[in-house]
């Protein structure tokens, strides 16, 4: 199906920055980062960022690639589904199964929350963009913000469901939809691209950072290693691999994942060993946690404390 026609939109700076990923895009910036890809039968994009950049992101995606065919959406939260709306209506918008249901409650959210207007969240986020790209980015937003009451709930989720694996023709190849179990959420799907050799994770891969186990969606350090095994298992030393944070890595970037969580805990299962509190756990400082900004270390101690002691 196509996409809306770009000259609808007109030509605008880009806010977000499209890189070159094999024959495909990355867009990084306002939220996790999303994969553009072409297909004979347009271009089937991976993510959507924030709430209320749905508008950005499909028209800055058609001016790189032209009309789209379809988009895929990692998981709930609302830096990789937020601009759902703006792809609902007329274009298939694939998830896990689990994770519609996170979406609709998010829709009802984001209509309350937007009903006097752009919320200050939002604005604070708009205080930091680029003058260039400022008015744009606000105009998309207040018309999100206008169109929001009127939108039916459903239109926050995804209209094409799957609960173990989907697959979507690509011309000589397929993209494939994995979901491979609890892991950052309840609804982690990863995207494989097997005749490029390209995977997007979403945030099964947090690429230089502490990741964020989200255990109100269910998330476990466990199911979450054993997602990025079978993730390995469909890299190889060639692999391009999109993270959901951080920047285009390969095999050593899940790898490194992996590792977080085996060293994690096994940190936290030693200090249990020992007879330690959690408030003792919570200010350990493995050597492993240097290279990383401080945030989430400490919740990370904690979670994993409480999986292990559990």
């Known amino acids: 199906m196509a996409g809306f026609p770009t000259r609808i939109f007109g030509q605008a700076p880009r806010y977000f920055d499209w890189r070159n990923c094999g024959a495909g895009h990355v867009g990084v910036g306002g939220g996790g980062n999303v994969l553009l890809w072409p297909t004979p039968f347009g271009a089937v994009l991976v993510d959507t960022k924030l ?15 032209g009309d789209l065919a379809a988009v895929i959406i990692t998981h709930h939260h609302a830096d990789h589904a937020g ?10 918008v694939h998830s896990q199964s689990r994770g519609v249901g996170r979406r609709v409650v998010a829709g009802r959210e ?22 260039r790209v400022a008015a744009t980015l606000r105009a998309d937003i207040q018309a999100y913000a206008r169109g929001l009451s009127r939108r039916d709930v459903q239109s926050f989720a995804a209209n094409v469901t799957f609960k173990f694996e989907d697959e979507l023709d690509a ?25 490029a050799n390209v995977v997007h994770t979403g945030d099964l891969v947090f690429n230089g950072s502490h990741p964020f186990i989200d255990v109100d969606s269910g998330a476990t350090t466990v199911g979450w290693q054993r997602s990025l095994s079978e993730i390995l298992d469909a890299c190889d030393a060639d692999t391009i691999v999109v993270p959901g944070h951080g920047e285009v890595t390969g095999i050593d970037g899940v790898r490194a994942q992996w590792e977080y969580f085996e060293r994690l805990r096994e940190t936290v299962r030693v200090a249990i060993e020992e007879g330690q509190s959690r408030d003792h756990v919570l200010g350990l400082t493995p050597p492993f946690f240097a290279p990383l900004p401080p945030r989430r270390a400490v919740e990370n101690l904690g979670i994993v404390f409480d999986e292990l002691s559990g």
């Open 83 to 92: 601009g759902v709306p703006a792809f609902s209506s007329d274009l298939p």
């Open 110 to 131: 984001l209509k309350a929350s937007f009903a006097d207007g752009i919320p200050e969240a939002v604005e604070r986020l708009l205080g930091e963009v680029p003058q």
């Open 51 to 65: 709430d209320g950049f749905g508008r950005t992101v499909r028209r800055e995606a058609e001016s790189v690639a």
């Open 171 to 195: 011309g000589s190849d397929v993209i494939q939809l994995r979901y491979s179990g609890r892991a950052h959420t309840d609804n982690d799907a990863w995207v494989r691209i097997p005749e």
